[in-house]
C-alpha cells in the first residue's frame, strides 16, 4: 500500500529526499505522515501533512531543516531533509491515515497504513 524511497548514507549537512508513494484504496487516504525509530529509541513523529496540503507539523527537532509536501495527483508524499545531524540517523517509515477529522497527528495508532522504512545514515 505504502512504499518508501529515497534514504541513504550522507554526511552532516547534507540533504536527502524520502518519497512515499501510495497504491491501492488511496481514496480512502487522508493526512500522510512520516516517522522515525532510531536505534534503541522509541517511534517519533517526524512531520504531518492534511489531505489538502495546506496543514503541516513538525517535531521540535527537525523544524527549519526538514519539509513535507505531497502531490496527490501522484499519490506520494515527500520529505526533504536539509541540513542533516547524525542524530536524525534513524530508519523513517511513512504512514497514512484513514481518519477524514484529522489534519495530521503525533500517534502513530491514527494512521492504518505503513511503509516499509527506509534507512537514513547521517555520518559525521
Known amino acids: 500500500q505504502l512504499q518508501a524511497s529515497g534514504g541513504g548514507l550522507v554526511q552532516a549537512g547534507g540533504s536527502l529526499r524520502l518519497s512515499c508513494a501510495a497504491s491501492g484504496r488511496t481514496d480512502t487516504i487522508y493526512a500522510r505522515g512520516w516517522f522515525r525509530r532510531a536505534p534503541g529509541k522509541e517511534r517519533e513523529v517526524v512531520a504531518t501533512?492534511?489531505?489538502?496540503?495546506?496543514?503541516?507539523h513538525y517535531a521540535d527537532s527537525v523544524k527549519g531543516r526538514f519539509t513535507i509536501s505531497r502531490d496527490n495527483s501522484k499519490n506520494t508524499v515527500y520529505l526533504q531533509m536539509n541540513i542533516l545531524k547524525p542524530e536524525d540517523t534513524a530508519v523513517y517509515y511513512c504512514a497514512a491515515s484513514r481518519n477524514r477529522f484529522i489534519t495530521g497527528s503525533n500517534y502513530p495508532n491514527q494512521y492504518r497504513y505503513w511503509g516499509q522504512g527506509t534507512q537514513v545514515t547521517v555520518s559525521s
Open positions: 501533512i492534511s489531505r489538502s496540503g495546506n496543514t503541516t
